[in-house]
């Protein structure tokens, strides 16, 4: 089973003092012992190595350098399958964002979704389910501690 990862995942998994990193870390082996894939989009990438190394979101933000070097790593492991926007995936975006009138505020959520729909993955790796319910195709899958 591949499960698509959302930016919040790589964060928690990454950096060792966030609150949810023990249960992002145990759930990441949960997976890879299972067997299972990781879909990863270059967007999830992008807005990681933002999230990292922002200083009003993170209390010891990572240099860009070693942002960079944690990305690379995700990107070339050989568990995670490359997901890329093409044609269908951009005419859903367009289409959910039409049909459940989302702003500005949606548009990155809503594209990794229609990417990952596009893709056939329909299991998210998230603690922002929100993002992903009302489209009717993710399963998703916290890793919020209780």
């Given at each position: 089973m591949t499960y698509g990862i959302d930016t919040d995942f790589l964060v928690a998994v990454e950096i060792r003092d966030h609150p949810f990193h023990r249960e992002a870390d145990a759930l990441l082996r949960s997976l890879l012992d299972g067997g299972h894939d990781l879909a990863l989009a270059p967007q999830t990438l992008a807005e990681f190595l933002h999230v990292v190394t922002d200083?009003?979101?993170?209390?010891?933000?990572?240099?860009?350098?070693e942002a960079l070097q944690r990305a690379e790593h995700w990107w070339q492991a050989a568990e995670v399958i490359r997901v890329f926007p093409d044609g269908p995936s951009v005419t859903e975006f367009l289409a959910w964002m039409n049909r459940h009138?989302?702003?500005?505020?949606?548009?990155?959520?809503?594209?990794l979704a229609a990417l990952m729909a596009q893709a056939g993955v329909t299991r998210i790796v998230t603690n922002n389910g929100q993002d992903f319910r009302g489209f009717g195709r993710f399963e998703i899958v916290p890793f919020r501690g209780n």
């Open positions: 200083g009003k979101r993170m209390p010891t933000p990572l240099p860009m350098s009138s989302l702003g500005r505020k949606r548009l990155l959520d809503t594209m």
